[in-house]
């Protein structure tokens, strides 16, 4: 089945500082890829749609500010935690749709503590 | 507002067979998915249903009733690797993903 990869799996930064974390499709272009939070024992909070060469669409709640998606080209995609927060702490999942099919593909998810 | 439910929890014996219950309620409808998600890890894509009916892989079966708004998951020959959370989730009219709370599913020896 279809990759995406996401770097760092794990990042641990002090508050204040920012973080950038990868998303890459590997062995499709996605035009469209998605970038989910997910807290401890809760499910996927879709955060943002991310549209290759077009700006994010950011779920009601969540500042465009502070969390920074650039899609650059079909196979990447980059989620930046600006100013994080403890708060900010949180498991971060991106998933991109494959056009040849209906599914979303997940990353493996990067695990961000803030300190 | 849209809305899938589906159970918090569930236990379940190694071997035996569990069926794991979604509704749900969405402005539009392309789709239902199923995904598997162990802990500390990203969720995995399990089936797809679109038309009625009872779509089989392997051990894992998935059926749905658009009429109904339902659809359940079926997991026969329980295994201890199959404890995990268990994902529903609908395509709306927009195409996007609505997602459900998840159950848990505790697979007992």
């Known amino acids: 089945g279809a990759v995406v990869s996401q770097h760092p799996s794990r990042v641990i930064c002090k508050s204040g500082t920012s973080v950038k974390i990868e998303c890459r499709s590997l062995d499709f272009q996605a035009t469209t890829m998605f970038w989910y939070r997910q807290f401890p024992k809760q499910s996927l909070m879709l955060m943002a749609t991310?549209?290759?060469?077009?700006?994010?669409?950011?779920e009601q709640g969540v500042e465009k500010d502070k969390f920074l998606i650039n899609h650059a080209s079909l196979t990447l995609s980059t989620l930046t935690v600006t100013s994080a927060h403890p708060e900010d702490s949180s498991f971060y999942i991106c998933s991109a749709r494959d056009p040849r099919g209906r599914e979303q593909y997940f990353g493996p998810g990067t695990r961000l503590t803030v300190t | 507002g849209q809305n899938i439910d589906q159970p918090t929890e569930m236990t379940a014996t190694e071997g035996a067979i569990v069926q794991i219950n979604c509704t749900y309620q969405?402005?539009?409808?392309?789709?239902l998915f199923w995904y598997q998600q162990h802990a500390g890890e990203a969720p995995t894509f399990l089936s797809y249903n679109v038309l009625d009916g009872l779509e089989e892989k392997g051990r894992f079966s998935s059926f749905l009733s658009r009429s109904k708004g339902y659809s359940y998951l079926l997991l026969k020959e329980l295994q201890m690797k199959d404890s995990a959370s268990y994902l529903c989730a609908v395509t709306d009219s927009n195409y996007q993903l609505i997602w459900g709370a998840g159950t848990k599913l505790i697979i007992k020896p």
């Open positions: 969405t402005s539009g409808f392309n789709g």
């Open positions: 991310s549209n290759e060469g077009s700006k994010a669409t950011y």
